[in-house]
Each structure stands twice: as C-alpha cells, then as structure tokens.
C-alpha cells in the first residue's frame, strides 16, 4: 500500500481546500483511514476518519461543521474537504490506513501505513 496527499497550499482564513488521499496497489475498500495533521511544535493529531465503506466518519472537535472526510473506493482515494479555514488550521496534513475487517472508525482507531504528508498553509 502507497498513500500520496496532494491538494495543500497556501489559503487565506475563511477559504477552502480539498486534500486527496490517494492509494495504491490495494483494494481501497479493505481500509480504514484516518487523516492526521501536525502544527510546528505541536504534537501529531487526528482529525476525522472513514470507515472502509464510508457509511462511518468521525470528526475531531475543532474541524466539525468545517471538514468533511469521503472516499471513492473505485478512484482508490480519500477526500478531506476544508471549508472556513484559520490560521489554527495550518499544519502538514497525512492519510493513514490500516486494513481491517470492521466497517467502524473511531477516533483512538490506530492505522499502521501513512503518507509523506501535504503542507496547508492558512495566512493573509
């Protein structure tokens, strides 16, 4: 399995981005995935996940209402959507995957394959 993010930048506050998650050499639907993101100084945390079907999403406090996580198991790729962005939002973003046989995703879910990471930058 191969995760590659693409879809970072630079945004100013209040404006979009959609984060791709892409896979590789799988069977997407096999997967749980979880985006994560990590400020500078700060420790590594979960921000939403799907579960392999995607009947299943969970959000972290501070994106719900803002971002939207969705998969296309045919196109092998995971969506973050992120809508009304700040300044607190900037930080590298990763996918990460763990295969599993449990249609379910909670926050603690713990993924063992992770993607090199995509850069969002909020600034005006």
């Known amino acids: 399995l191969r995760l590659v993010e693409s879809g970072g930048g630079l945004v100013q506050p209040g404006g979009s981005l959609r984060l791709s998650c892409a896979a590789s050499g799988v069977t997407l639907g096999d997967y749980r995935i979880g985006w994560f993101r990590q400020a500078p100084g700060k420790a590594r945390e979960v921000v939403a996940c799907i579960s392999r079907s995607g009947r299943t999403t969970n959000y972290a406090d501070p994106v719900k209402g803002r971002f939207t996580i969705t998969r296309d198991n045919a196109k092998i790729t995971v969506y973050l959507q992120m809508n009304n962005l700040s300044p607190e939002d900037t930080a590298v973003y990763y996918c990460?995957?763990?295969?599993?046989?449990?249609?379910?995703?909670?926050?603690?879910?713990?993924?063992?394959?992770w993607g090199q990471g995509t850069q969002v930058t909020v600034s005006s």
């Open positions: 990460a995957a763990v295969r599993t046989l449990l249609d379910v995703c909670v926050m603690s879910s713990r993924y063992d394959q």
